[in-house]
């Protein structure tokens, strides 16, 4: 295993269209975490999944935002009518059910023009 | 709510030589994690150290090691011989026990100087 990828790793949209990005993790980690990164600033948290169960969401977490892990593996994470302040990184990451480390991966970068 | 500081935007250091990074955090909390994160420019996070709040050893990981004084809710990171390949951006990071929302400093961006 190579660790959490995502997909794609750039993703260039103009203002009110939708879009997804997926993410899969290192394959034995139930837990898997979805944050946001502007230019300059730390990861900020989004939103959380315990196998297929979303269980905790930040209020950054806006209505036009939703995040789903069907089967418990990969994750997605879909912007809706995207606006010039949703361009940052999109990170995620997993860890495993005993573990407190989160393994990231490389990012989403979005720009919303 | 649970802050994170990091009050070196940024610092540099000559090759081979040693630096200490800075990290404050406020909670109430007594029981948590503590961690170092490092992104190397257009490179994907890395769990440098982490660090169990009940522990009163501070950890250590090869050239990386931790001060961790937990009545000043302080963290900081000591890099040893220093190597270019540190420059990156150095996170701090700050978890409760039982919890899965992470909080991270704004970062201190690291130059390693040959």
């Known amino acids: 295993d190579t660790g959490v990828s995502q997909d794609p790793r750039h993703k260039i949209t103009k203002r009110g269209q939708n879009v997804t990005f997926r993410c899969d993790p290192i394959s034995e980690h139930n837990r898997l975490y979805w944050y946001r990164q502007t230019l300059g600033q730390g990861p900020e948290f989004l939103t959380y999944?315990?196998?297929?169960?979303?269980?905790?969401k930040s209020r950054l977490l806006s209505d036009r935002f939703s995040a789903e892990r069907p089967k418990g593996s990969f994750s997605t994470l879909e912007i809706q009518r995207t606006e010039q302040g949703d361009s940052a990184m999109y990170l995620c990451a997993s860890s495993g059910p005993t573990s407190a480390e989160q393994y990231f991966g490389p990012g989403t970068r979005l720009t919303v023009t | 709510a649970q802050t994170v500081t990091q009050s070196q935007p940024e610092m540099s250091v000559q090759e081979a030589e040693t630096v200490t990074l800075s990290c404050t955090y406020d909670t109430s909390e007594s029981n948590y994690y503590l961690f170092w994160y490092k992104q190397p420019p257009s490179r994907q996070m890395i769990l440098v150290i982490r660090q169990e709040a009940y522990k009163q050893q501070n950890a250590t990981e090869n050239r990386f090691s931790v001060n961790f004084q937990k009545a000043a809710k302080s963290f900081s990171l000591k890099i040893s011989d220093s190597q270019l390949g540190d420059t990156a951006m150095y996170f701090c990071a700050f978890m409760k026990y039982n919890n899965n929302d992470m909080r991270f400093g704004a970062g201190t961006r690291l130059t390693v100087k040959p």
């Open positions: 999944f315990q196998n297929e169960a979303q269980l905790e």
